[in-house]
């Protein structure tokens, strides 16, 4: 992996009373890539997410966001947009209306909302409530609240759940849009074919790390599929190449 770090996590460990959800998890997120954070069912990746933004204390370790923890970042909610379940729309309300209440919030203008209606594709279902969108409707709206205050760090938790055909296209490039302004993405993902297709790096987590690095080292420059290399590595628990 190469460039700055946006993103550190350092021998992170997280237990569950006797269960150990991440163990000693050391990996970087360098700066201006898309780094898909993949594994399992029950892999850590949610877990790992949640200790980087602060919303759950590691039982070891530390994990940071340009430089610090995430709770003591200044302008935390302006640098790093998020999508992960359980924040987000309040439903009853419109597309436009939910996003100017998170607007009001973060201090932007009101111009902010209509440029990530259009964004996101939006921007003609913006006055239906958010109840009634379709649930591809719904990642695309969370994304557009990660996207209100033109974050530098993108951190998204399965974000093309939901999305059809045509969204997991349109969310693949838009990533890659980003990436290309010098932005930094953070995603996870269980979809390996998909992530394949879109990140730089990869992170494979079994609670324990099992590989860091570009995608294109892990496959041998695409002769392999990342779908091998990923069971070779979470099966065996062995040959944790971490760049970190
Ligand atoms: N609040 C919690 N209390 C107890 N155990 C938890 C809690 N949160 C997560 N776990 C456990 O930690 C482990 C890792 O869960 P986590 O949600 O991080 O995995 P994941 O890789 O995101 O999985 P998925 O792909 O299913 O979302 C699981 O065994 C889960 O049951």
Known sequence: MTGSAVA???????????????????????????VGLLGRNGAGKTTSLRVLLG????????????????????DAARRVGVCMDGIGAVTGATGRRDLMVWATALGLPPSRVDAVLEQ??????????????????????ALATALLADPELLVLDE????????????????????ADEGR?????????????????????????????????????????????RFFELVDTGSGAASLA
């Open 8 to 34: 550190r996590f350092q021998a992170v460990t997280k237990r569950f009373g006797e269960s150990t959800a991440v163990e000693d998890v050391t990996f970087q997120v360098p700066s201006g890539r898309i």
């Open 55 to 74: 919303l759950t204390a590691p039982s070891a370790g530390t994990a940071t966001v340009f430089g610090q923890p995430y709770s003591e970042l200044p």
């Open 120 to 141: 996101v594709g939006l921007a003609d279902s913006a006055d239906r409530k958010i109840k009634n969108y379709s649930t591809g409707m719904r990642q695309r709206h």
């Open 159 to 178: 974000p093309t759940n939901g999305l059809d055909p045509d969204g997991i296209r349109w969310l693949r490039n838009f990533l890659r849009s980003l």
């Open 184 to 228: 930094t993405v953070l995603l996870s993902s269980h979809l390996l074919a998909e992530v394949e297709q879109t990140v730089d790096d990869v992170v494979i987590l079994q609670k324990t790390l099992r590989y860091c690095g570009s995608l294109s080292d892990l496959t041998a420059g695409g002769s392999v599929s990342l779908e091998s």
